[in-house]
């Protein structure tokens, strides 16, 4: 780095950046140095890297200047340090990232990060997870955009991220530290508990920072709590660690594996977390160890790439479009050739199903309740085979599944010998508030049919 860039840097810092920026941040309301003092500041540095370039060449006359590198690392880290001193956090990041960004050189974005760093060490913000976190976040785009992975930048990431670990740790350690263990569950869920720690575990979510810083600060929560509580108490307040039952399910995996011999005490624990969470979007290398874990329905439906749907009332058979109508029917065995289903998976357990012989869709018909009424009837043959799809809700009961739709409230289901006609063994739907009553029918056991594609 030739101090002629340092030069050109702050002139250009001085002269159009900072001019713009002071505008951006009283636009804000921000705090801020007033113009006068922020120009004065650097007029200043800039006439004193002048004064000393004309001493330099005094001295050499007709020679060339040389400058060690540590000197002008030196020089830029003055500069940009002096730059931010005055401001608060949030406009000190926002001058510094238009410096740096103004160049792919990874010594002035470490010179950078590293003063904005030291900057939040001073004003006592590295206790807040929220700042660490965000910092973090920043570094790490940094690095992957340069494309780095040695050096100086990196090391000052690992810096942060230790700081980050070790400090989310201790406040979600605090969760598993209560007065009692008893309704810990809803304890947990209540948002006006634990504010600080859920406020961590929102900027932890997987899907923004990654699974495996969580699973770092997860290893350190738990290498302090067992220091203090029992592992059994622990168990009961593991929901504590997730606001969603991804990041439930995570912690429950973690603990698991640090304590092989809680299987059995975990094991209802995680199945239902593995049925309410968003399997979709966890990491492929949890799916190894929850497999113990799902339900057979469950697992089919995320195995497979094509399934049969069989109702469990007695031996009524597989689903299936009706062989005289565009009604949804069941039947036998014999023709299950008939009854395979690709499928799409979409977030939160919703599916839609179409079938590979007929190469409709399973549709459920709202329209016509009763003339122009909105609520469904106790039951109704409203499931058809259609070219236009409907998104069915999977609740997993057990190893079987029940489909609903998405509102929640109509249930498909099979096996009643009074909604059938002749040949055809009609399905159809139940409200949703007699499905306890009528759980037998409207219970299904998906089954692997792969090799029918």
């Not at 976040?137 to 100086?152: H, M, Q």
């Amino acid at each position: 780095m030739a101090l002629q860039y340092i030069l050109l840097l702050k002139f250009l810092f001085l002269n159009a950046v900072l001019a713009r920026n002071q505008n951006v941040l009283e636009a804000n309301k921000r705090e801020t140095v007033n113009n006068s003092t922020l120009l004065e500041v650097h007029v200043r540095l800039f006439n004193d890297l002048l004064a000393k370039d004309a001493a330099v060449k005094d001295k050499n006359i007709g020679e060339p200047i040389t400058v060690k590198t540590h000197d002008c690392i030196d020089e830029l880290e003055d500069v940009l340090t002096t730059a931010v001193q005055d401001y608060d956090w949030w406009s000190a990041t926002y001058l510094i990232k238009e410096v740096v960004n103004n160049t792919q050189n990874a010594t002035v974005h470490y010179i950078g990060y590293k003063v904005l760093w030291r900057k939040l060490i001073t004003d006592k913000l590295q206790y807040d997870p929220a700042y660490v976190i965000d910092f973090y976040s920043i570094l790490k785009n940094v690095t992957r955009d340069l494309g780095t992975r040695t050096g100086p930048l990196i090391a000052l990431e690992t810096e942060v991220r230790a700081q980050l670990v070790e400090r989310s740790a201790q406040l979600l350690e605090v969760t598993l530290h209560p007065a009692n263990y008893n309704n810990i569950n809803a304890i947990c869920m209540n948002t006006s508990n634990y504010e600080v720690a859920r406020r961590i575990l929102t900027q932890l979510d997987a899907t923004k920072m990654g699974e495996h810083i969580f699973e770092e600060i997860l290893n350190v929560t738990f290498d302090a709590v067992e220091q203090l509580e029992s592992k059994v108490d622990t168990v009961k307040a593991l929901n504590c660690l997730g606001l969603n039952a991804n990041q439930r399910l995570i912690a429950h995996l973690m603990f698991l594996q640090r304590n092989n011999d809680l299987h059995e005490l975990l094991y209802n624990n995680i199945q239902q977390l593995v049925g309410s969470c968003d399997l979709n979007s966890l990491a492929p290398k949890y799916w190894e160890r929850i497999g113990a874990f799902l339900p057979t329905s469950m697992e089919v439906l995320h195995n497979s790439s094509a399934v049969c749907i069989h109702n469990v009332t007695g031996s009524f058979g597989y689903l299936s479009e009706c062989s005289q109508t565009s009604l949804m029917c069941t039947f036998q065995n014999g023709y299950k050739y008939r009854s395979a289903f690709r499928f799409e998976r979409l977030l939160g357990n919703r599916y839609i199903f179409q079938s590979i012989f007929w190469q409709n869709y399973i549709k459920l018909e709202n329209s016509g309740f009763n003339g122009n009424s909105t609520v469904p009837p106790a039951f109704i043959k409203n499931i058809y085979g259609s070219a236009t799809p409907s998104v069915w809700q999977a609740v997993f009961v057990g190893n079987n599944v029940a489909l609903v739709d998405p509102s929640m409230r109509q249930y498909l289901c099979g096996g009643n010998q009074s909604m059938w006609s002749n040949a055809e063994q009609y399905v159809y739907s139940r409200r949703a508030e007699d499905f306890q009553l009528y759980q037998h029918e409207c219970l299904w056991l998906v089954e692997d049919c792969s090799d029918m594609i």
